[in-house]
T-cell receptor, first 116, second 111 residues
Framework: GAVVSQHPSWVICKSGTSVKIECRSL??????MFWYRQFPKQSLMLMAT?????????EQGVEKDKFLINHASLTLSTLTVTSAHPEDSSFYIC????????????FGPGTRLTVT | DAKTTQPNSMESNEEEPVHLPCNHS???????IHWYRQLPSQGPEYVIH???SNVNNRMASLAIAEDRKSSTLILHRATLRDAAVYYC????????????FGKGTRLSVIA
């Protein structure tokens, strides 16, 4: 099956700093990628839809100026958490599809962010 | 997206079959039924999907009720590696939309 990678797999940063998380589709091109956030013992919450070459679409309640998404190529989307605070500590997961008719979404392994 | 209802948790003995139910009484004719699972500290992975007919693949089987208002994911022989949270998700046939995750069912497998 297709592979989606994320980097880093875990990161610890200080409050007030910014952190960039990369999501790559390794063996296919993805015009659309999705970003999710998952708090402990909870389900995945959709944050935004990332489209190659255009602005991301954010879900209600997600601050677009805080969670910057860039989808500059068909194989790479990045999520930057700006001015991170302890409440941003979470498990961030991306997913991608090969094309619109695909029935299967491929998920990355996730990035665990801890803000101290 | 239409809502799904799943039991919070289930338990199974190793090597025995597991039937994971999902209710989706408001499903529309253009919704596919998808199942994903998430192992601890990992991203979700695709398990199976179907529209009307029962489906089989190497991981599991999907039994869909005739009225499509419920479905059951069947793991034929549970192993310890099948311990995960299983999500039943409805998704429009047009695709290219994000998956909306509910709470899922946490499956525990006992050796």
């Amino acid at each position: 099956g297709a592979v989606v990678s994320q980097h880093p797999s875990w990161v610890i940063c200080k409050s007030g700093t910014s952190v960039k998380i990369e999501c790559r589709s390794l063996d296919f091109q993805a015009t659309t990628m999705f970003w999710y956030r998952q708090f402990p013992k909870q389900s995945l919450m959709l944050m935004a839809t990332s489209n190659e070459g255009s602005k991301a679409t954010y879900e209600q309640g997600v601050e677009k100026d805080k969670f910057l998404i860039n989808h500059a190529s068909l194989t790479l989307s990045t999520l930057t958490v700006t001015s991170a605070h302890p409440e941003d500590s979470s498990f961030y997961i991306c997913s991608a599809e090969i094309d619109q008719r695909a029935f299967e979404q491929y998920f990355g392994p996730g990035t665990r962010l801890t803000v101290t | 997206d239409a809502k799904t209802t799943q039991p919070n948790s289930m338990e199974s003995n190793e090597e025995e079959p597991v039937h994971l139910p999902c209710n989706h009484s408001t499903i529309s004719g253009t919704d596919y039924i998808h199942w994903y699972r998430q192992l601890p500290s990992q991203g979700p992975e695709y398990v199976i999907h179907g529209l009307t007919s029962n489906v089989n693949n190497r991981m599991a089987s999907l039994a869909i009720a005739e009225d499509r208002k419920s479905s059951t994911l069947i793991l034929h022989r549970a192993t310890l590696r099948d311990a995960a949270v299983y999500y039943c998700i409805l998704r429009h046939i047009s695709g290219n939309t994000p998956l909306v995750f509910g709470k899922g069912t946490r499956l525990s497998v006992i050796a």
